[in-house]
T-cell receptor, first 112, second 115 residues
Framework: GENVEQHPSTLSVQEGDSAVIKCTYS??????FPWYKQELGKRPQLIID?????GEKKDQRIAVTLNKTAKHFSLHITETQPEDSAVYFC???????????FGSGTRLQVQP | EAGVTQFPSHSVIEKGQTVTLRCDPI?????LYWYRRVMGKEIKFLLH????????ESGMPNNRFLAERTGGTYSTLKVQPAELEDSGVYFC?????????????FGQGTRLTVV
């Protein structure tokens, strides 16, 4: 099955700085890598995803990079704002299980 | 389009009692998943329904957990009898396609506390 490791577990940055969260996965057959954001008391919501046929995808201030050879992918948030404060989860498909396997989450705190 | 809804949002029960969680997926989503997050850890897979059939229940912790999805619409997850280690946030998610290769839409979760 898939194993997803996520680091760091907590991250504190100053408003305007960049934040990077990294994940590794084990199943070389995985080809879809979503990132979810969970604000306090709310549901996890997809913010960006990437498929294995591209190495990078950007959407305004957020971007995801994928290195299939090394089996790792990262979330990059630029010009962070207080509303970016949340728990972020990476995920990858467990092809045997036919469901997403999630990382342990990163609590991002953006200090104003 | 209505999102995934879960009920209740919070539940506090005593050890040994029974609790039933409910999930209403997005209409038309055949795939329904239950996940659990214990404090500070990963969102861990419990099981996967395709319509009314259990596709995979390999993540269920033990036989005190029973999930059903009668008629392929809403699903329930029953814990009987509850133990202290069952505390956590139980998430339901649904998707149109299976396999973890497409967006899964989450409910807001049920926070279960067993005391």
């Amino acid at each position: 099955g898939e194993n997803v490791e996520q680091h760091p577990s907590t991250l504190s940055v100053q408003e305007g700085d960049s934040a990077v969260i990294k994940c590794t996965y084990s199943d070389s057959a995985s080809n879809y890598f979503p990132w979810y954001k969970q604000e306090l008391g709310k549901r996890p919501q997809l913010i960006i995803d990437i498929r294995s046929n591209v190495g990078e995808k950007k959407d305004q201030r957020i971007a995801v990079t994928l290195n299939k050879t090394a089996k790792h992918f990262s979330l990059h948030i630029t010009e962070t704002q207080p509303e970016d404060s949340a728990v972020y989860f990476c995920a990858a498909p467990d092809t045997g299980r036919r469901a997403l396997t999630f990382g342990s989450g990163t609590r991002l705190q953006v200090q104003p | 389009e209505a999102g995934v809804t879960q009920f209740p949002s919070h539940s506090v029960i005593e050890k040994g009692q029974t609790v039933t969680l409910r999930c209403d997926p997005i209409s038309g989503h055949d795939n329904l998943y239950w996940y659990r997050r214990v404090m500070g850890k990963e969102i861990k897979f419990l099981l996967h329904f395709v319509k009314e059939s259990k596709q995979d229940e390999s993540g269920m912790p033990n036989n005190r957990f029973l999930a059903e999805r009668t008629g392929g619409t809403y699903s329930t997850l029953k814990v009987q009898p509850a133990e202290l280690e069952d505390s956590g946030v139980y998430f339901c998610a649904s998707s149109r396609r299976p396999g973890g290769h497409t967006e899964a839409f989450f409910g807001q979760g049920t926070r279960l506390t067993v005391v």
